[in-house]
């Protein structure tokens, strides 16, 4: 079984940017395809970016295209964010997930999760 460790979280100024990571442990990372959702208080968990299990296709939610960048690194099984010009709106607990059906903007596709990294903006 996968597990999911995730950190480079933290508290940033507006305009600032941080980078999480989220470090597999277990079977083979390079099978799954992977995903960051975000979930702010008192709202629903929402999708943020997808990557597929090579890393050479990549998807966006409307709200971060252009600021966030989804990346891996399947030989060091790690999962990136690459998060600039942030916003208080991108204020967040965020969550890495692993899906072996492929990669989806549904929680529902992915069955691995990690624990969540805190992000906070401050304007």
């Known amino acids: 079984q996968v597990q999911l460790v995730e950190s480079g979280g933290g508290l940033v100024q507006a305009g600032g940017s941080l980078r999480l990571s989220c470090a597999a442990s277990g079977r083979t990372f390079s099978n799954y395809a992977a995903a960051w959702f975000r979930q702010a208080p008192g709202k629903e968990r929402e999708f943020v970016a997808t990557i597929n299990w090579s890393g050479t296709s990549t998807y966006y939610a409307d709200s971060v295209k252009g600021r966030f960048t989804i990346s891996r690194d399947n030989a060091k099984n790690t999962l990136y964010l690459q998060m600039l010009s942030l916003t208080p709106e991108d204020t967040a607990v965020y969550y890495c997930?692993?899906?072996?059906?492929?990669?989806?903007?549904?929680?529902?596709?992915?069955?691995?999760w990690g624990q969540g990294s805190q992000v906070t903006v401050s304007s």
């Open positions: 997930a692993l899906s072996p059906y492929g990669s989806g903007t549904n929680t529902k596709t992915y069955t691995i």
